[in-house]
């Protein structure tokens, strides 16, 4: 009895350590399926950051179970594997889902259960599909990385990782590893989010280095507007935006008031015109304080929902974080402080780290752009520097992106004893001797130019942009492109035209002969990733094509020369079918355009109207005549000193219901004659098809819009024009320091103009001193410009290091005594005064990022030159076109929610971009990410 009892007990006792020790290695098991499943978020992230694809990488699924994998946005289904391999009369795909252990996350993804009716995570397809799986030792980790931008869902502009870890071995090629063999329902389910940043705001204050300091925006004496309402005009219907703001530090408010228009939705079953559980799609959002600069100054919230209309009768008035009365706005308006506000809801916004352009790959020995460039082409052997070598054809732009190594193309910055150079400095002192960049009127920045063209100008039958380079090899020769078969072309100089780096479509690169044809025969087909990258600085204006999407890189700074747009057809109005006006002016919205600078990005206002001609210390000259400022460009009886200016127009745009849009067109010259009188021919658009191959005749009887009018001096041909001569300027005027400032009818038939107003359309206009007079005295041009003109940049802008700028140039009339109430003798009524902004419209749409703004006093600088348009040009009663308005910033919501079919229909389905599996990516290729995650934990 007493060896039962005891053998009882035994046992007994064996039993509990059996099941301790299974409890225990279960839940160590727990906590390893845990470690794996964060290893899952960890690896997805670093790929994220780091890899050559950025944002745009995503794993390749499994797609257990079924043959292709289908695109949900295309209506193209998943087709499943139907065969009977070992012939139990059940399909493949039954056979994987009853043996698989992680069939219900490994098969294809799809929005719905496929076979439709079939219960959840039981079909061949579904919500729950389209993880990768990982092997790590004794467990794995499933991932699933998506973007699924959403515009009424404000988390969903952020990538969401998801990793499920799991315990045990599985290998589908090993039935060892089965069900039931092998079964084990441990698991652990993480989700992480990550945000790009650069997309998501309409201005993002990065603060890259973590700088405890304040950072202004707006500008004195201006009404500041972050977004704008729905025009109370029916014609402009659906031209609202909203204003979403991110600040990485302490946030100073500048202007006589500011007005931010933010987008709200209501949780879905809502009452209709609650307002209480309102969720802000857009935000103010500060990880710091709130200022602002003066105690009088306004701020007010105007919330609309997300068809534009105002959710609240008035704007709501906005505090400082110090303020008592501090609200939230129901989220909408937060700063960084641990407190509530008055209505008890929480502020507490956290820093998001800044994405990096010169982010080193997964081996940290180049950066991400220079792999997806430099590193993405063949190599050839071919004869270098009069030896046979291997040469990296991506060296030279023929790759799977393109190349441009212009690393002498930079603007250090300097400190001496006596002063040092910076390029604000630079930018801001027109006419300054000292600046080796000022030509003139002109900034001439060291940089490779590139053109984007919306067609295909060199006959390959592929859309083109042309790239050209006026920099230095390191043995002081100048740069000579080599084709894609590595031969250097002598005939092509500085000079290439090549097809884009296509995304979605690749590019053929075909043989071309030295008269300028291809030889078909001979071609060379190359995938496209989107990227552009430039180790040097960038100047850069043009048209996408249809359906482009291109991410531009620059390892300094990027200058904006102009208008750059997405694709426009000239033949089809902005006005959509409905009669509104599109609220993108006619955009193409399948194209996509984004600007990285790891220095600046900077609007260079003084090559609206752009230089061709290169231009030296030879081509300035003083309009005192003593080496002293302010400086013109001389057109001297060299042909080669023929001033050559391209311009384009964008499409007009203005929030005044009293405006019209523009029908006429004046030419403006501010010019000079040397010693005397300086005769000039000008033409337009020269070429073989028009009469006199494009002379304007500048000379022959026209009339301006305010009623001026110009008598022909018979004793001169009609396309002669004496700058100077008693005949055409008042006595006195345009010779020497007292500089003409004329103006010219374009619009006017008998002027012999073609100008081409349709958006992104290229013109040139040519002035030379005319060959038929006795005198060739020198003409000195200090000042052209077109009114009216739209300049209109549509792209995600990004200076990582430094700042958005523009830069302001000199005033167009610099005569301080031609003023309101005391016009001067001799100058065009039409004429702007000094001090007086032109009829210039400049529209960033899109998104601006930055490290720091720049400074107030600075923004105060570029606003007085392009943020009021005055009401009439000049002297006259002629009204502009833009009356009251100027520079100008809009959210473009494709950069956060990229479809081309938004605002089309309540939910866009049609996004921009998608990968080979019908996964949506962001608007332009490769972008970078925030290096942080803004939540890991639970499946939310």
């Not at 959403?150 to 969903?156: G, M, V, Y």
């Not at 200016?645 to 030419?667: M, T």
């Amino acid at each position: 009895m007493v060896m039962f009892i005891l053998s009882v007990v035994a046992a007994v006792f064996i039993a509990l350590v059996a099941r301790n020790l299974f409890r225990s290695e279960r839940f160590s098991n727990v906590d390893v399926v845990a470690q794996i499943a964060e290893a899952g978020i960890r690896y997805a992230d670093q790929m994220l950051t780091s890899s050559e694809d950025g944002a745009d990488w995503r794993p390749v699924p499994d797609n257990h179970g079924v043959i292709t994998p289908g695109n949900p946005f295309t209506g193209v289904e998943p087709v499943p594997d139907t065969g009977d391999d070992d012939g139990d009369g059940k399909p493949n795909w039954q056979e994987m889902r009853d043996s698989y252990p992680d069939f219900k996350w490994t098969r294809a993804y799809w929005p719905t259960e496929l076979p439709t009716g079939s219960a959840p995570g039981t079909g061949y397809a579904g919500p729950s599909g389209g993880f990768t799986t990982f092997h790590t030792g004794e467990g794995r980790f499933l991932l699933r990385v998506s973007y699924n931008p959403d515009p009424r869902d404000p988390f969903s502009k952020y990538i969401k990782i998801e990793s499920i870890g799991r315990w045990g071995v599985f290998d589908n090629e090993d039935p060892t590893t089965w069900r039931p063999y092998a079964q084990s329902n441990l698991r652990r389910e993480i989700t992480a989010y990550k945000p790009i940043g650069i997309t998501d705001y309409l201005r993002f204050i990065t603060n890259k280095g973590n700088r405890s300091m304040d950072f202004p925006l707006g500008c004195p004496g201006y009404d500041v507007n972050m977004g704008r309402a729905e025009p109370s005009d029916s014609a402009r219907n659906n031209w609202f935006r909203g204003g979403p703001i991110r600040v990485n530090g302490n946030l100073v408010w500048y202007g006589n008031s500011v007005n931010l228009y933010l987008r709200g939705a209501l949780p879905i079953g809502a009452p209709a015109g609650s307002t209480s559980d309102l969720i802000p799609i857009d935000a103010v959002e500060v990880a710091g304080e709130i200022k602002v600069s003066d105690p009088n100054l306004k701020v007010w919230l105007t919330r609309m929902d997300t068809d534009g209309n105002r959710i609240d009768s008035n704007p709501i008035q906005l505090f400082p974080s110090d303020s008592a009365s501090f609200t939230t706005a129901s989220g909408f308006y937060r700063d960084g402080s641990d407190l509530t506000d008055t209505s008890r809801a929480a502020r507490g916004v956290k820093r998001i780290e800044p994405p990096l352009i010169d982010q080193p790959d997964l081996t940290k020995s180049i950066n991400r752009y220079q792999l997806s460039t430099l590193y993405s082409g063949e190599r050839v052997l071919t004869t270098v520097s009069g030896r046979r070598r291997w040469l990296n054809l991506a060296q030279y732009g023929w790759g799977r992106g393109v190349y441009i190594s212009n690393n002498r193309d930079k603007q250090d910055e300097s400190e001496t004893l006596v002063g040092g150079y910076t390029q604000r400095a630079d930018w801001l002192k027109p006419n300054s001797p000292l600046s080796t960049y000022w030509k003139g009127p002109f900034y001439v920045p060291p940089a490779a130019v590139i053109i984007l063209h919306p067609n295909d100008t060199d006959g390959d039958g592929q859309a083109d942009f042309t790239i050209i380079r006026s920099d230095t090899t390191s043995s002081g020769a100048k740069f000579v492109w080599r084709d894609a078969w590595g031969e250097v072309r002598e005939d092509w100089g500085g000079t290439v035209t090549m097809p884009y780096p296509d995304p979605n479509r690749g590019r053929v690169i075909y043989k071309r002969r030295l008269d300028g044809t291809f030889d078909m025969s001979q071609k060379k087909v190359l995938d496209g990733n989107g990227v552009i990258y430039a180790e040097g600085n960038i100047r850069i204006r043009g048209m996408l094509p249809p359906g482009m999407q291109l991410t531009v890189v620059s390892n300094e700074t990027i200058y904006i020369d102009g208008n750059l747009l997405k694709y426009r057809n000239w033949q089809t109005p902005a006005d959509d079918a409905g009669g509104n006006l599109d609220p993108w002016r006619g955009a193409d919205n399948t194209c996509g355009l984004a600007l990285l600078a790891r220095e600046n990005i900077c609007v260079n206002t003084t090559q609206f109207f752009s230089p061709l001609n290169s231009l030296s210390a030879e081509n300035v000259g003083s309009d005192s005549n003593d080496g002293q400022p302010p400086f013109h460009v001389k057109v001297t009886n060299s042909p080669d000193t023929q001033l050559k200016c391209a311009f384009d127009f964008g499409p007009w745009e203005s929030e005044n219901g009293s405006a019209n849009p523009p029908n006429d067109w004046i030419l403006y010259l501010r010019h000079r004659g040397d010693h005397g009188p300086s005769y000039i021919n000008a033409w337009l658009n020269p070429t073989s098809a028009l009469p006199d191959w494009g002379i304007l005749y500048l000379n022959t009887a026209w009339t301006l819009p305010d009623g001026a009018s110009h008598t022909p001096v018979t004793r001169l041909l009609s396309h002669v024009w004496g700058v100077g001569d008693p005949d055409f300027n008042f006595s006195g005027m345009g010779i020497g320091s007292r500089a003409a400032c004329d103006a010219f009818p374009l619009s006017d038939p008998d002027i012999n103009a073609r100008l081409v107003t349709a958006p992104g359309s290229m013109n040139l206009l040519q002035i030379g001193l005319d060959q038929t007079t006795y005198t060739r005295e020198n003409d000195g041009i200090s000042r052209i410009a077109v009114q009216p003109m739209d300049i209109r940049i549509e792209a995600i802008l990004y200076a990582q290091e430094g700042s958005f700028f523009v830069i302001p140039g000199d005033w167009f009339n610099p005569d301080p005594s031609d003023v309101p109430g005391n016009p001067r003798v001799g100058v065009r009524p039409m004429f702007p005064y000094f001090g007086q902004p032109l009829d210039c419209r400049i529209i960033i749409d899109g998104a601006i990022a930055e490290n720091m703004p720049a400074a107030i006093s600075d923004v105060e600088e570029w606003m007085a030159k392009w943020g009021n348009i005055p009401e009439r040009y000049g002297s006259s009663n002629v009204r502009t076109a833009h009356p009251g308005e100027g520079f100008t910033v809009l959210y473009d919501d494709h950069a956060g929610w990229p479809y081309s079919d938004l605002r089309r229909v309540p939910k866009p389905t049609k996004p921009i971009r998608t990968d080979k599996f019908g996964r949506i990516l962001p608007m332009a290729p490769k972008l970078p990410v925030s290096s942080s995650l803004i939540y890991f934990g639970d499946v939310m």
